[in-house]
């Protein structure tokens, strides 16, 4: 036996010595946190048994309970937004720039999906992020990706938005194995994670809903389907400004001068609508359209006026969006049950694990699901000229039956992280609550719509940092089975990982960069098959402008020339097109130069990483067969059993 302490005189016994812990994982090493204490172990020896100096929370016994936490940070529940569905609710408060979810999230890449028939239109289609806005923008010609949880589940209002994306730093793209070939699970899973949504700059209190930011054109283009007015957060503040001004002449009584002034002030906002029927639009008529917005901001009775002057116009508009604490444990369900974490699963890399201790016959997790076709998830190979894979990566997080062309994609925290196991401690069904719209039951397959939830529920206890596990079926068992007795790459497919090659290459900045016209006249100094330069620039043409805020400015970039100023390489680079809506206008001509060498990454080309391999694993996870309804098992033959 050995011991440690920490410099706050917490010690600690172990059956074995531990490598030692760096100091900002020691801060974790607390009272209360055992998941917490054993993340800060990674790569030390495993803990055989714990020391009654432990706290007796982390003593996974039959009396856990009496010790574990059990306060529930974030709820699903009705959104306060009538008619929106489900939103998200924070259990506890929040202070700024905290993450709202510390857990790993996954992104999903959707390859080449803007022009598909069955995509555009599609429910799917109203959940997709810009690729850019998570840094996967370089995979292919068009990238969008999903991002579950806080980027599909939380709702936007432009005047309440409360919590913004991650920085890049919060962004991380995992490398994938060294070797493909020995890697049975190259491109079954992404390699792009995020750290989620971080408050901004106000605390988030007990009860409030979490609003994330859409941006207002993802509104003002669904105008005329909703026939609603969407004012922005500069147009609230406006109206904020109109109303504490009208508030502060108001006396006691209301007079007939004060609402027909109040009505007057409405109406002149309202007649600045000047260009409600152009399709495009200059910036003085997006002025007037602001104006015009801040009418739909304000209250439309005077007898409102001096209220809203203290809660707010934005906050007038959903006068429910805090619900008590009460209300949530009675009418919502916990999202923070689990959190990802390093399986011990062979392949699995990622796993979902157990925040608290959980009672058999518990939810674990609550799973709100989006239809998907299957269709529609097979890749176009009019539009996808060099992604190998016969389907979209998305497949692989579906659940599904295999008598159905019906998927549903899950969209909760974590939930994607819960792995396959023989002997699961837990299941999924159909969630009972009343959250689920289980209309869409008795629907066609094309007519399914949002609201439906499936749940994953514990078959037994399941101790705290205990992993979660469910059966993925047999159908994708077999397939798996299948996928390691046939893994092998195609003779263009590289057995090295381009993304290992592009790093390393990326730790050396004193040599050089090759010119386009120095790799084409010696083809033996060519960098190698898949590597490209990518240049940060937020100009694409003219002198260089360095901003590595955005990822949006990182973009391929041809290297053309190179000037030598001192013990410094300055290069000029001709930058490419990478489908962000501010390169439509990028030429032949137009180059940037004064590129700094630090301003310049080697990054995997398109359609170049472990997820386009053509043999990489692509299933769905398979539901008990008697959950789907019979008129969706539209796969399925006349003579087959519907309940085989």
């Known amino acids: 036996m050995s011991s440690t302490c920490t410099a706050e005189g917490i010690c600690t016994v172990l059956a074995e010595p531990i490598q030692p812990i760096a100091p900002q994982a020691q801060i974790l090493t607390v009272r209360n946190n055992l998941q917490a204490y054993l993340e800060a172990r990674s790569g030390a020896p495993e803990l055989k048994e714990l020391s ?38 924070a259990g506890r408060s929040f202070v700024e720039r905290e993450d709202v979810d510390p857990s790993s999230q996954v992104i999903i890449p959707l390859i080449d999906l803007g022009d598909s028939p069955l995509y555009i239109g599609s429910v799917l289609s109203n959940y997709p992020w ?58 079954a899973n992404t390699l792009h994670h995020a750290a989620t949504f971080k408050v901004k700059d106000k605390p988030i209190q007990a009860g409030q809903e979490i609003f994330v930011d859409y941006g207002s054109s993802y509104f003002h283009h669904r105008e005329k389907q909703f026939d609603m007015i969407f004012p922005t957060m500069d147009n609230y503040a406006t109206a904020d400004k109109q109303v504490r001004a009208f508030a502060a002449n108001l006396g006691d009584e209301i007079t007939e001068k004060n609402r027909q002034d109040w009505k007057r002030i ?53 006068p429910e969006s805090t619900r008590s604490l009460e209300w949530l444990e009675d009418n919502g369900v916990c999202l923070d049950n689990i959190k990802a974490g390093k399986s011990s699963i062979p392949y699995a890399g990622h796993g979902a694990f157990a925040v608290r201790r959980l009672s058999k016959g518990s939810i674990v997790a609550p799973m709100p699901l989006v239809p998907v ?35 549903f994609f899950p969209y909760s925290s974590s939930v994607h992280f819960i792995n396959h196991s023989n002997d699961p401690n837990s299941i999924i069904r159909w969630s009972e609550s009343d959250l689920s719209q289980t209309k869409n039951f008795d629907k066609a397959i094309d007519e399914v719509y949002t609201g439906l939830i499936m749940e994953v529920v514990a078959l037994r206890d399941i101790k705290m940092g205990e992993e979660v596990t469910i059966d993925y079926g047999p159908e994708w068992t077999d397939s798996w089975r299948n996928h390691i007795s046939n893994w092998q790459l195609r003779e263009s497919e590289s057995s090295i990982n381009p993304a290992r090659i592009a790093k390393k290459m990326n730790e050396d900045k004193s040599k050089p960069i090759m010119t386009v016209d120095e790799r084409e006249n010696n083809p033996l100094r060519a960098y190698p098959e898949c590597i490209r330069t990518a240049c940060y620039s937020s100009e694409h043409n003219g002198t260089y402008v360095y901003d590595d805020s955005k990822p949006e400015n990182l973009r391929f970039c041809r290297i053309l020339d190179r000037v030598r100023q001192g013990s410094n390489y300055w290069y ?41 391999l053509e043999l990489s694993f692509r299933h769905e996870i398979s539901v008990p067969a008697d959950m789907y309804p019979e008129h969706w098992l539209d796969m399925l033959d006349e003579d087959d059993d519907y309940y085989e």
């Open 266 to 318: 409405i109406k002149d906002l309202e007649d600045d609508d000047e260009s409600e029927d152009d399709d495009e639009e200059s910036e003085d008529d997006e002025k007037n359209e602001g104006n015009f917005r801040v009418a739909f901001a304000l209250p439309e009775s005077v007898e409102d006026v001096k209220y809203v002057a203290e809660i707010g116009t934005a906050r007038y508009s959903i």
């Open 130 to 187: 810009s690729g850019w806005a998570q840094d996967a923008h370089l995979e292919a010609k068009s990238v969008n990706v999903l991002y579950p949880n806080l980027g599909m589940l939380a709702n936007s209002h432009l005047g309440l938005s409360n919590v913004d994306q991650t920085a890049e730093d919060g962004i991380r793209k995992l490398l994938g194995s060294s070797s493909r070939m020995e890697d049975i699970s190259a491109g």
């Open 572 to 612: 000029e680079a001709k930058m490419e097109k990478s489908g962000y809506h501010s390169d439509a206008d990028i030429g032949d001509e137009d180059v940037v130069v004064n590129i700094p060498r630090y301003a310049i990454k080697f990054v995997m080309g398109e359609y170049c990483s472990d997820m386009h």
């Open 373 to 407: 076709l299957r269709s529609a998830l097979e890749l176009n190979r009019d539009l996808v000229e060099k992604s190998y894979s016969k389907d979209q990566l998305l497949l692989n997080y579906c659940i599904g039956h295999p008598g159905s062309t019906l998927l």
């Open 52 to 89: 009654p100096i432990f706290p007796k929370s982390w003593h996974q016994d039959d009396d856990v309970h009496e010790y574990a936490e059990t306060d529930c940070s974030l709820y699903m529940a009705e959104s306060s937004i009538p008619n929106a569905g489900l939103g998200m609710f």
